[in-house]
């Protein structure tokens, strides 16, 4: 079954410091997201991207972080100067079609540790 | 945010039994609800959906009943199995969401399911 794929699994980074997590969506999706989790809270989104553009973000995409699709398989996020706040775990997510009934698929997601 | 409520952070239940997962909801601007199934070191999976326009949706031995007059959806599983002891997320999708913006999704907060063998 085609998954998405994320690295790394695990990154520490000291604080203020840049960050990239790299995504893999199946390849024949179209639409690309990233949401996070937050030790012990709930599942967030942060932005949606299609045909090379950003279509939605929380309140939470700050201009810390911006989303790329450098090729034609890689999703990357990137937060330029990380807070301790910022550490969660990072789902990368996509998708066939736009809209919701079908579902999501998500990747194993990446736990970063901001120190 | 307090839009999506899963009131109950765990559930236990024997095998063979009913699993009745539930969550709450406070506006109406959401055109599809969907769950979620999450195991440890794992994103979450998705299982379901039903949209605004249906009150029940079936496959296999998940069934999601949707009660729009009581902002209430529930996953039914029958019967419950082992491997289905996991975190189970309710998804809502807004309303208006497409053209150029691709809707969020909004998460509850998750119920643990625990199936005892």
């Known amino acids: 079954e085609p998954e998405v794929t994320q690295t790394p699994s695990h990154q520490v980074t000291q604080m203020g410091q840049e960050v990239i997590l790299r995504c893999v969506p199946i390849s024949n999706h179209l639409y690309f997201y990233w949401y996070r989790q937050i030790l012990g809270q709930k599942v967030e989104f942060l932005v949606s991207f299609y045909n090379n553009e950003i279509s939605e973000k929380s309140e939470i995409f700050d201009d810390q972080f911006s989303v790329e699709r450098p090729d034609g398989s890689n999703f990357t996020l990137k937060i330029r100067s990380t807070k301790l706040e910022d550490s969660a775990m990072y789902f990368c997510a996509s998708s066939e079609m736009g809209q919701g009934l079908y579902g999501y698929t998500f990747g194993s997601g990446t736990r970063l540790t901001v120190v | 945010d307090q839009q999506v409520k899963q009131n109950s952070p765990s559930l236990s239940v024997q095998e063979g039994r009913i699993s009745i997962l539930n969550c709450d909801y406070t506006n109406s601007m959401f055109d599809y609800f969907l769950w979620y199934k999450k195991y440890p070191a794992e994103g979450p999976t998705f299982l379901i959906s039903?949209?605004?326009?249906?009150d029940k949706n079936e496959d296999g031995r998940f069934t999601v009943f949707l009660n729009k007059s009581a902002k209430h959806l529930s996953l039914h599983i029958v019967p419950s199995q082992p491997g289905d002891s996991a975190v189970y997320f309710c998804a809502l999708y807004p309303t208006n969401a497409g053209g150029t913006s691709y809707g969020k999704l909004t998460f509850g907060q998750g119920t643990i399911l625990t199936v005892h063998p």
């Open positions: 039903i949209s605004s326009i249906k």
